[in-house]
């Protein structure tokens, strides 16, 4: 691929594939409680998510990468909430928007969870209650930024004697080494 003053573009798979990821990401939104408002707000034309290429939100776990869990969940729901978050494909990220979706808020009683990430892994978590849009907006950026620095799965498995003939569930160190979990 050459620049524009001649010279070459070089870059790696993993750059353009996460680039790629990174700017098109679907937001499966689960809104379970008054934090489904701003999330509503953050989808909305006043604060453009088409700019972060997040704009279509999902509505189908098997089209969607990213979940919002925005609200207060209760034990109940916290198990359609994994179902759904089990259906989803494989890269996912998790966003806990919101007090009570990131440690229970104000509802310290029997039947809420005390933060979605004892079900769910979350990757970033929103103050507030509830969180401005701008909040939202910051948090995709946080998920996009870690989208662009993961590594391929590919440096996950290691050939063998044979090239062609690969050992699946040994992680590879960053020196070639096979590390155990």
Known sequence: MFSEDGGFLTTTVDSVINWARS?????MPMGLACCAIEMMGFAGPKYDAARFGSEAMRFSPRQADL????GWC?????????RIWDQMAEPKWCIA????ASTGGMHRCYGVVQG????????????GCPPRPE?????????????????SVAK??????????????????PNGEVVTA
């Open 116 to 127: 979605i990430d004892n079900f769910l892994p979350v990757d970033v978590y929103i103050p």
């Open 97 to 100: 928007q919101g007090a009570c």
């Open 67 to 70: 979940m919002i869990v925005a």
């Open 156 to 173: 996950d498995v290691r050939f063998k004697d044979e090239p062609n003939q690969l050992v699946e569930g040994q992680i590879v160190g």
């Open 74 to 82: 209760s034990y109940k729901m916290a198990h359609t909430v994994r």
């Open 135 to 151: 909040a939202v907006l910051h948090a995709l950026m946080d998920i996009q930024e870690k989208i662009r620095v993961t590594e």
């Open 23 to 27: 700017n098109s990401l679907m937001p």
